[in-house]
Each structure stands twice: as C-alpha cells, then as structure tokens.
C-alpha cells in the first residue's frame, strides 16, 4: 500500500475505493516540525481525479443513502475498533506529524473514537416528525406533514493540521451516517495522520467511492474542489482568510466554516486567582497556543493586575519546553514561517512599550512561553491570532470597559469570564458577542455533544455532534392527503 524509499515513506492517495499513486507523477514532502527532516511524501493529486473521485461519491452515495442507519452505524463502530487497534501508531503519526506531545496526541485519538461511537447513537436518536395540516388556521385535517432528514450529496470535509485526526472525523462521521458521500481533504502538514486515520475506515470494507481523500496542491486543487459542482456542502476549519476565500468562492451551497479566534480571559475584581492563573495557562500554553480556542489576550481588573501577572509568570517560568518526545507542553510551532509571524507580534509590542514579564527566546520554530504586559491597543499583539506561546495582558478599568475591548475584536469565537459573583458572570456573558462563554474555565472545545460555534470572523454555522448531523442533511416534506 506505501511505497518506502530511502527510509520514508510515499503514501498514495485514496481514490475511489482505491490506494494508488497519482497520474501526476508528482508528491509533496511533509517535514515534521520539531526532527526538521522529510517524514514522508503524500501524491500531488490532479483535477482530473479530483473530477473522478467526486463523480465516485456520488454514484456511490446513492446506495449507501438507502442503507439503514443501523447498517451505516455497523461501518463506522468498526471504524472506531480499527482506530482502537491502531490508537499507539496513531498517536506516534500525529506527534511526529505535527509536532503535538504524546499524551495529547494519544487523547486526540481516544476522544476521536468516542466522537464516532456518539456519533452513530446521536443520529440513531433522531426522529423525523409529522405536522397535521389543522394546525394552521384555516387548515384542513385531512393534510399531514411528515418531515424527514435526508442527505445533502456529497459533502467536502476540509480539517486543519493542528486536530488532524480529531477535527477529520469530526467532519466525516457526521456526513457518512447522514448518508451522505465525503472528499476528504486534509490539511498539507497532517495529511499522513489523515491517511492512517482513512486506512482504518478501509479496513471496515466501507463500499468503495462512497469516501476519498485528496492530497495535493492548494494552487492546483483547492478552488477547483470548494468551487466544484459536484460538491453539495463544505465543512472546513482553518485560517479566516482561508475561510472568507472559500464563501466567496462557494456560491448556493451550504457552509460550515470553523475559522480563527482571539479568545479574551476577562479577570474580574473579585476573581479566585489560582483557579483564574490554572485555567489561563492551560488555555494559552497548551500545544503552545496553537488551538483555534487558546486564550488569546487576558483582560484583567486594574485591582489585582499586578498580582495575577506575579502568579502568571511563576506558572510560565514553570512550563516544560522542548520535543513533544519528552511530553513538553512548549513544542516547536509548526514550521518557521509561524515562528516568524508570532516573532514579530512580539517585537512590535515591545516595540512600542509592552512589558516584556518573561520569555521571548527562540531557537528555530521553538518559542520560550511569553508573557507580555501592559499592552495597549495600538499594538497588533492586542487583535492579531498568533497561534504561538504568547500571551498579551491588558488592563482595565472596569467591567465595561473589559467587555468594549473584547467585543471590539474581528473575532467571536470564545471567552472566558473569571468571578466569584454569578450575577456578574451572567451579565458579562450576555454582553459578550461570541459563540461559547466559560465561566470560571478555560476556552474549549467540547464536549462534542455540546454545540460549537464562532460569529463574526470565527465562523458560521454550529458543529458538535448533533449540530452537525443537522448541517450534513436536510428536512424533506412528504405531505400525504388524507380523503
């Protein structure tokens, strides 16, 4: 199935149904971020099997619609039990892959099994509905209206490489028991845990066509995929500019768009400051902030500014750095062109009188965990995603003026808000323009039965399981007349 040369791997595509190597002759080689060699090499894929591969899903995804739910649910609970077997290599393809330490790697794995197991109950559990036309002034008893979901077609799933496996199966299980055919598209950096992720499915003899994964190209196949006809929904996470490309490009299909963040931590008066400095470290520091659902900047009370950044520095001066081999949580960032751009936040906040309270070395793509203070908002640090290990605190005066800053970012993704006074956390969460408000803890994404979903330049739609199931199908009324 791969094709090993030199020590690394060539793996194909899957086409179809099909393992094989592209027409194209050509392949793209995925560096790891923190061995900073060539791990292996995935197929540059044409527009040509692109137009193969759609038209695949979509003969195949006739038959596969008229498959019970059960029958559908037995493919992927299979999936689930092959992702079991394979959960060590998994998690040893993702760190490698991406840089993430073992023991996230390895919970990335678990938590995706879970998702697909939940997926399959959440949509065994969801009922269609009769409406009876007397319900309507004027009506008549004899109409009755019996709503049913059904696929949309062929859906394209587009993930990130930050959750290559988790924010993949995320997309693809809700699509296949909505009875719909995927092209999966990973993202370039990821891509190899893709395919190891998509070896599993094979293995359950999942009808062939009904699913394939395309690797190549952005500049060749990305907006011939996101602008196909063939194609009848889009699910993708990723950057925002990516994001606003592809709605412009996508005209009268539906889009899920999962897109950047810059999730405020707003530290009231009043706050408990251990729980407060545990949840903003996890949340900023984690994969070394490389989450859509980092803590971003923190918005703290002028009152106990100077002691929350005492205790920040401490917990920051104490953070593991170096290979996530070792399960540091300070990993390389994905390669040097994001160490680059985060590199230059920082300089352009000190530039123009930020604090610097600790960090700001680097080697490579490996950045020291930075904390900056008194940051103000004419510095880009205040509004810009870094995707890095950088956190920039801002003080304020008062509660109001917490939440002006906060609504006043591009984003609307999360926000976590750090009080005592429940009334208080109510209020600023109802003020707060963003998707999920955490009261008391940091943002996340999750539980996957819960809904998940950014405004403004976050996104646009709602995932979780359920929410997804609901994106990846649509009502149809059957009206039966009754005389």
Same mark, same amino acid.
């Given at each position: 199935?791969?094709?090993?040369?030199?020590?690394?791997?060539?793996?194909?595509?899957?086409?179809?149904?099909?393992?094989?190597?592209?027409?194209?002759?050509?392949?793209?080689?995925?560096?790891?971020?923190?061995?900073?060699?060539?791990?292996?090499?995935?197929?540059?894929?044409?527009?040509?099997?692109?137009?193969?591969?759609?038209?695949?899903?979509?003969?195949?995804?006739?038959?596969?619609?008229?498959?019970?739910?059960?029958?559908?649910?037995?493919?992927?609970?299979?999936?689930?039990?092959?992702?079991?077997?394979?959960?060590?290599?998994?998690?040893?393809?993702?760190?490698?892959?991406?840089?993430?330490?073992?023991?996230?790697?390895?919970?990335?794995?678990v938590r995706t099994i879970d998702l697909i197991r939940y997926t399959v109950?959440?949509?065994?559990?969801?009922?269609?509905?009769?409406?009876?036309?007397?319900?309507?002034?004027?009506?008549?008893?004899?109409?009755?209206?019996?709503?049913?979901?059904?696929?949309?077609?062929?859906?394209?799933?587009?993930?990130?490489?930050?959750?290559?496996?988790?924010?993949?199966?995320?997309?693809?299980?809700?699509?296949?028991?909505?009875?719909?055919?995927?092209?999966?598209?990973?993202?370039?950096?990821?891509?190899?845990?893709?395919?190891?992720?998509?070896?599993?499915?094979?293995?359950?003899?999942?009808?062939?066509?009904?699913?394939?994964?395309?690797?190549?190209?952005?500049?060749?196949?990305?907006?011939?995929?996101?602008?196909?006809?063939?194609?009848?929904?889009?699910?993708?996470?990723?950057?925002?500019?990516?994001?606003?490309?592809?709605?412009?490009?996508?005209?009268?299909?539906?889009?899920?768009?999962?897109?950047?963040?810059?999730?405020?931590?707003?530290?009231?008066?009043?706050?408990?400051?251990?729980?407060?400095?545990?949840?903003?470290?996890?949340?900023?520091?984690?994969?070394?902030?490389?989450?859509?659902?980092?803590?971003?900047?923190?918005?703290?009370?002028?009152? #106990?500014?100077? %002691?929350?950044?005492? *205790?920040?520095?401490?917990?920051?001066? &104490?953070?593991? !750095? $170096?290979?996530?081999?070792? +399960?540091?949580?300070?990993?390389?960032?994905?390669?040097?062109?994001?160490?680059?751009?985060?590199?230059?936040?920082?300089?352009?906040?000190?530039?123009?009188?930020?604090?610097?309270?600790?960090?700001?070395?680097?080697?490579?793509?490996?950045?020291?965990?930075?904390?900056?203070?008194?940051?103000?908002?004419?510095m880009d640090i205040a509004w810009v995603e870094p995707f890095g290990p950088?956190?920039?605190?801002?003080?304020?005066?008062?509660?109001?003026?917490?939440?002006?800053?906060?609504?006043?970012?591009?984003?609307?993704?999360?926000?976590? #808000?750090?009080? %005592?006074?429940?009334? *208080?956390?109510?209020?600023?969460?109802? &003020?707060?323009? !963003? $998707?999920?408000?955490?009261? +008391?803890?940091?943002?996340?994404?999750?539980?996957?039965?819960?809904?998940?979903?950014?405004?403004?330049?976050?996104?646009?739609?709602?995932?979780?399981?359920?929410?997804?199931?609901?994106?990846?199908?649509?009502?149809?009324?059957?009206?039966?007349?009754?005389?």
């Amino acid at each position: 199935m791969d094709h090993v040369e030199n020590d690394v791997t060539t793996y194909p595509a899957y086409l179809a149904g099909q393992w094989q190597p592209s027409e194209s002759h050509e392949t793209i080689a995925i560096h790891s971020p923190w061995q900073r060699d060539v791990i292996g090499h995935v197929q540059a894929v044409t527009q040509s099997e692109v137009d193969q591969s759609i038209q695949a899903a979509k003969n195949a995804q006739h038959e596969w619609a008229t498959l019970s739910l059960g029958e559908r649910g037995q493919y992927l609970n299979q999936w689930a039990q092959e992702l079991a077997k394979d959960k060590e290599s998994l998690a040893t393809s993702i760190m490698t892959e991406v840089g993430k330490n073992y023991a996230d790697a390895e919970k990335e794995v678990v938590r995706t099994i879970d998702l697909i197991r939940y997926t399959v109950q959440e949509a065994l559990h969801m009922h269609g509905e009769s409406v009876r036309g007397d319900g309507f002034p004027g009506g008549s008893k004899e109409k009755l209206g019996i709503i049913e979901r059904v696929p949309l077609g062929v859906v394209l799933a587009i993930s990130p490489f930050n959750y290559p496996v988790n924010l993949a199966a995320s997309k693809i299980a809700p699509a296949l028991m909505a009875g719909n055919g995927v092209i999966f598209k990973p993202a370039t950096q990821g891509s190899i845990s893709g395919i190891k992720m998509i070896q599993a499915l094979d293995r359950t003899g999942i009808p062939s066509g009904i699913l394939s994964l395309i690797t190549g190209r952005g500049s060749e196949i990305g907006d011939y995929l996101t602008e196909h006809p063939g194609i009848n929904m889009i699910s993708f996470t990723g950057s925002t500019r990516t994001g606003k490309h592809l709605s412009q490009k996508s005209i009268m299909i539906p889009l899920v768009l999962e897109l950047g963040g810059k999730d405020p931590a707003i530290v009231c008066q009043d706050a408990d400051l251990d729980l407060t400095v545990k949840n903003i470290i996890s949340g900023a520091f984690s994969y070394s902030g490389q989450r859509c659902t980092a803590v971003k900047r923190v918005l703290v009370d002028d009152q #106990v500014a100077d %002691q929350l950044v005492a *205790k920040l520095q401490k917990a920051v001066d &104490a953070l593991s !750095v $170096g290979s996530p081999k070792n +399960n540091r949580m300070i990993v390389p960032l994905i390669d040097n062109k994001s160490a680059d751009f985060v590199q230059g936040l920082i300089d352009d906040a000190m530039d123009k009188g930020a604090t610097l309270v600790t960090g700001n070395q680097r080697k490579e793509n490996l950045l020291a965990p930075t904390l900056l203070d008194h940051v103000t908002e004419d510095m880009d640090i205040a509004w810009v995603e870094p995707f890095g290990p950088v956190l920039p605190i801002i003080r304020v005066h008062s509660v109001n003026q917490a939440i002006q800053l906060a609504n006043k970012s591009n984003f609307g993704l999360q926000a976590s #808000v750090f009080t %005592q006074d429940i009334d *208080k956390a109510l209020e600023i969460a109802g &003020a707060i323009e !963003v $998707g999920t408000v955490q009261v +008391n803890g940091r943002p996340e994404r999750g539980p996957d039965n819960f809904p998940f979903l950014g405004v403004k330049s976050s996104g646009m739609g709602t995932q979780g399981v359920h929410n997804s199931l609901l994106s990846m199908s649509r009502e149809k009324l059957t009206v039966m007349n009754l005389k």
